[in-house]
Every structure is written in structure tokens, then in C-alpha cells.
């Protein structure tokens, strides 16, 4: 089973990115997800979660209250809005089919933040 995130791409600081999961891959789209990011020369590190029918979400410190996690159920697609984007956020960005995974699936999608 291959994730195919997409979305990714170069802002700068203070700017806007929103990433994409399809999820009908897994289970037909019917279950929890997460996205997890891996920056450069670290550990990979859970960053959201969403429950399978979208009414359940969790973040992770460093990102609360600039990032949302939600779905849409009938297109079997994950998402992640990312709001104002710091340096420290640059990392390539995977969807995980798994409530409050660290484990990277698929090929990732990469966020670059600099000025």
C-alpha cells in the first residue's frame, strides 16, 4: 500500500501550505489517521491525528493552533492546513494510517519554510 501525499512545496516564513492524503488505499478510507513529519537528521515525529469519521482530532504542542487536521469522507482524502509556517517546521511530511503514529508511510511530501 503506497500513501501518495502531495501538496508540499518552498513558503516563506509566516506563510501557508495545505497537504493532501488519499485513503482509500487503506481499509477503504475508513480509519484513523495521521501525519507525521521527519526533518533532517531527526527522529520522525507525530505532529496530528484524526479519528475515522473526522469528529475526533489531536496535535502536537509545537504545531496546535496553526495546523488543522481534517478530512473528507467522501473523497477519501486526508488533509493538513499548515498556518503560519516557521523555519522549524521544514520536514518531509507523511499521512499514516494509524491514530497517533510516528511511523512515516509512503513516499512524503516535503515542506521547505525559509526566507
Known amino acids: 500500500v503506497q500513501l501518495v501525499e502531495s501538496g508540499g512545496g518552498l513558503v516563506r516564513p509566516g506563510g501557508s501550505l495545505r497537504l493532501s492524503c488519499p485513503t482509500s488505499?487503506?481499509?477503504?478510507?475508513?480509519?484513523?489517521m495521521s501525519w507525521v513529519r521527519q526533518a533532517p537528521g531527526k527522529q520522525p515525529e507525530w505532529v496530528s491525528s484524526?479519528?475515522?469519521?473526522?469528529?475526533?482530532?489531536d496535535y502536537a504542542g509545537p504545531v496546535k493552533g496553526r495546523f488543522t487536521i481534517s478530512r473528507d469522507t467522501a473523497k477519501k482524502t486526508l488533509y493538513l492546513q499548515m498556518n503560519s509556517l516557521k523555519v522549524e517546521d521544514t520536514a518531509v511530511y507523511y499521512c499514516?494510517?494509524?491514530?497517533?503514529?510516528?511511523?512515516?508511510w509512503g513516499q512524503g511530501t516535503q515542506v521547505t519554510v525559509s526566507s
Open positions: 484524526i479519528n475515522s469519521d473526522g469528529s475526533l482530532t
Open positions: 499514516s494510517p494509524t491514530w497517533g503514529s510516528s511511523t512515516p
Open positions: 488505499q487503506f481499509t477503504y478510507g475508513h480509519t484513523d
